[in-house]
């Protein structure tokens, strides 16, 4: 799974356009409301890969091939 989600959790631009990386950051600069929506999904997204959310599903993907 991709940690940024296009126009959600971020933007993702091609590096071949620093036009368009630009225009971002300047929107971003000038909306607090999306920033903010976006800087929130972006922490809610990542909090799926904290070493305890990890240990957790694996476990339970242990439990599940082990039968326990």
Avoid: C
């Avoid at 126009?7 to 356009?17: A, H, K, N, V």
């Avoid at 630009?22 to 800087?39: F, G, K, P, T």
Wanted: proline share 3%; no cysteine; glycine share 6%.
């Amino acid at each position: 799974a991709e940690l940024v989600e296009d126009g959600t959790t971020g933007y993702l631009l091609e590096p071949e356009d620093p036009a368009n990386f630009a225009d971002r950051i300047l929107l971003l600069s000038q909306d607090a409301v999306l920033s903010q929506r976006m800087s929130e999904a972006g922490f809610q997204k990542a909090q799926k890969y904290t070493a305890k959310a990890v240990v957790n599903e694996l476990s339970q993907i242990l439990d599940q091939v082990l039968g326990v």
